[in-house]
């Protein structure tokens, strides 16, 4: 039966991977780091920040990561007015509310980010609880996000269904013995299903309840 939804955040509740291209570019730049198009995939992945500033700058100190982090929310701030709500997603959560579906988000923004962004648009009251990246060590494809928040939610995985859009946040949620609906386009649906996702939707505005409920019964 299923008893909860747990939704990554960026690429998923909300249309933000335009402005974070833009974000992680400049930031980048600032510090003579030019980055291709390819390149920049990496930031989709579900990594928390820290991994990701490793990835293109190397080994940094504590301090570092944070200032950079900083830094590069700014950037982020100047593009937030572009980012909104994926198509669909705000009725599809209507609907599991009026159904009595407890919902979560589990993302690897940071806490600060994760909530004033769903705050900003009017969302945050929608989820039961909120993990991010602050709350685990090791990010997706690591299950411990999916089950932290499974914890939180006082349900058992079998019982809940992850919603991600990024192959390591699929994985993140099978490894945590959960079951998974991807959103993405048409080509990366052969990726998404490979990594456990099952099944593939453009958005949320041609996708019911009903229809979550068949495909995980």
């Known amino acids: 039966m299923l008893r909860g939804v747990v939704f990554d955040m960026d690429g998923v509740i909300i249309d933000s991977h335009p402005a974070h291209r833009l974000a992680w570019k400049s930031f980048l730049q600032?510090?003579?780091?030019?980055?291709?198009d390819e390149e920049l995939d990496f930031i989709l992945d579900g990594r928390k920040r820290e991994e990701i500033l490793k990835y293109f700058l190397g080994e940094l100190a504590p301090d570092q990561i944070a200032e950079y982090g900083n830094r590069k929310?700014?950037?982020?701030?100047?593009?937030?007015?572009?980012?909104?709500?994926?198509?669909?997603?705000?009725?599809?959560?209507?609907?599991?509310?009026?159904?009595g579906i407890r919902m979560a988000i589990a993302t690897s923004a940071s806490r600060r980010r994760a909530c004033g962004t769903l705050e900003e648009l009017n969302l945050a009251c929608s989820f039961h609880t909120i993990v991010t990246g602050d709350d685990i060590r090791s990010g997706k494809p690591d299950p411990a996000i999916y089950q932290l928040a499974a914890e939180r939610m006082q349900e058992s995985p079998e019982c809940l269904v992850a919603v991600e859009d990024a192959v390591s946040g699929v994985k993140s949620a099978r490894a945590a013995g959960i079951r998974c609906l991807a959103v993405g386009p048409a080509q990366r649906a052969d990726l998404l299903r490979a990594a456990?996702?099952?099944?593939?939707?453009?958005?949320?505005?041609?996708f019911s309840l009903s229809q979550l409920e068949a495909s995980f019964r």
Not at 30 to 36: D, K, Q
Not at 76 to 97: K, Y
Request: glycine share 6%.
């Open 30 to 36: 600032t510090l003579g780091r030019e980055t291709s």
């Open 196 to 206: 456990g996702a099952d099944p593939v939707i453009p958005d949320f505005r041609s």
């Open 73 to 99: 929310d700014e950037l982020l701030c100047r593009h937030s007015e572009a980012m909104q709500p994926i198509p669909g997603v705000v009725e599809f959560l209507d609907c599991l509310s009026e159904a």
